[in-house]
């Protein structure tokens, strides 16, 4: 079965400062997809980015980018410039290749961002 | 676009009574998920269902929990009877297809209905 691990249940950065969050996972497949979801206190899960596995270039959008270390199955998110708004939970989750797969959820990061 | 649509938003029962959760999938969408939160922890997968038939119900408590997706569109998620241990979010997820390309079985989520057992 499929781990994922967030050693970090807090983080606190500066607005306009960068922060990253680490993720690491275990799996026995090759092929699979992994991805950072954000949860205000709203409770919606809003997809933040996704990474295929068989892709070595990282994945980017706009202020939030990934280091994704296949081999040492590590799967961080970098955010830069933070804001107010990216304040949340987040969490990294994995789906296998096949597809048909529900996601296995990491037990999240709480973001603070200090204004 | 609709998004997926989940009622009621809270609800508040006392252990052994029943409750049901409903979900409204985006238009389309055949593939329909369930999710249980518990707080402080992420969502742990229920029971997955491709048009009306189940596909994956493994971490489903199958003596207090069943689950229907009648005519593959609404869903409803029940539980009879209660425990304390079942106060949680329920994140009802739907993605247009299982397979092929990512982008075409990225999972969205719905609001959740937030579920305290007294």
């Known amino acids: 079965a499929q781990t994922v691990t967030q050693s970090q249940p807090e983080m606190s950065v500066q607005e306009a400062e960068t922060v990253t969050l680490s993720c690491t996972y275990d799996?026995?497949?090759?092929?699979?997809?992994l991805f950072w979801y954000k949860q205000p206190p709203s409770r919606q899960m809003i997809l933040v980015i996704r990474q295929e596995a068989y892709k070595q270039q990282n994945a980017t959008e706009n202020r939030f980018s990934v280091n994704f270390q296949k081999a040492a199955k590590s799967f961080s998110l970098k955010i830069s410039d933070s804001q107010l708004g990216d304040a949340a939970m987040y969490f990294c989750?994995?789906?296998?290749?096949?597809?048909?797969?529900?996601?296995?959820f990491g037990k999240g990061t709480h973001l603070i961002i200090q204004p | 676009e609709a998004g997926v649509a989940q009622s009621p938003r809270y609800k508040i029962i006392e252990k052994r009574q029943s409750v049901a959760f409903w979900c409204n999938p985006i238009s389309g969408h055949a593939t329909l998920y369930w999710y249980q939160q518990i707080l402080g922890q992420g969502p742990k997968l229920l029971i997955q269902f491709q048009n009306n038939g189940v596909v994956d119900d493994s971490q489903l408590p199958k003596d207090r929990f069943s689950a229907e997706r009648l005519k593959g569109v609404d869903s409803t998620l029940k539980i009879q009877p209660a425990k304390l241990e079942d106060s949680a979010v329920y994140l009802c997820?739907?993605?247009?297809?299982?397979?092929?390309?990512?982008?075409?079985?990225?999972?969205?989520f719905g609001p959740g209905t937030r579920l305290t057992v007294t």
């Open positions: 989750a994995y789906r296998g290749g096949g597809g048909a797969d529900g996601l296995t």
């Open positions: 997820a739907s993605s247009l297809v299982a397979t092929g390309s990512t982008y075409l079985y990225e999972q969205y």
């Open positions: 799996t026995s497949e090759s092929d699979y997809y």
